[in-house]
């Protein structure tokens, strides 16, 4: 149960770009009790290789499947999500790579809620610890930006209960837990 976390939704229709199972469990529990059914859009081309992409959508369709949500399985385009990480092959995690693979997954994400209906965007990256939330609001402002009609809802995923409850719902439901972000240089030592 997420009743600690005070929810405001800036629009009606809610598109949730999500990395994982794990990081999607609390907020899509949490948003659920409150009557709100978004839309999971699972956007990663950033995951490598294509067997730890393709793990890691079937435990969100999974776990969508046990909500009853609509999951929408984006293009998988590394080579694509490559060009924006090059020259920055060897930043370290929360550096320059990071921003820049916010910012190709979100506006992917806006730009397929802005053609299907969807008048607000929101993440799950913004749950993870290892991940700068600051990095993370400037490139979902950005890519709303880039289209029409879409709104960036800056909500911090790790308040209120929701990083406990995503560590009970992870047991529960018996996850796969990855230990890093998905990309190869995220593996680097």
């Known amino acids: 149960m997420t009743g600690k976390l005070d929810i405001r939704v800036p629009g ?24 709100i059914k978004p839309v999971i859009f699972y956007s990663n081309s950033n995951i490598y290789p294509l067997e730890e992409y393709s793990h890691r959508l079937n435990e969100c369709i999974r776990y ?14 590394h080579q694509a999500w490559g060009a924006c990480a090059v020259g920055l092959e060897n930043e370290p995690e929360r550096g ?21 209906g969807f008048d607000v965007l929101t993440t799950t990256l913004a749950s993870s610890r290892w991940k700068s939330l600051e990095q993370v609001n400037e ?26 409850r995503r560590n ?18 995220s593996q680097r030592k």
Do not use: T
Request: glycine share 8%; hydrophobic share 40%; with cysteine.
């Open 139 to 164: 490139a979902g402002f950005w890519a709303c930006s880039q289209v029409q009609g879409v709104v960036w809802w800056d909500m911090n995923w790790r308040r209120g209960g929701l990083q406990e």
């Open 168 to 185: 009970q719902i992870i047991r529960e439901e018996n996850f796969y837990n990855q230990l890093f972000c998905g990309c190869e240089f």
């Open 64 to 77: 969508a499947q046990k909500w009853g949500l609509e999951i929408v399985d984006d293009v998988y385009d």
């Open 12 to 35: 009606n229709r809610v598109l949730l770009h999500a990395c994982c199972a794990p990081c999607s469990s609390a907020i899509v529990e949490c948003l659920m009790e409150r009557g």
């Open 96 to 116: 320059g790579r990071c921003f820049e693979c916010f910012k190709f997954r979100l506006l992917r994400a806006a730009q397929y809620a802005s053609e299907h």
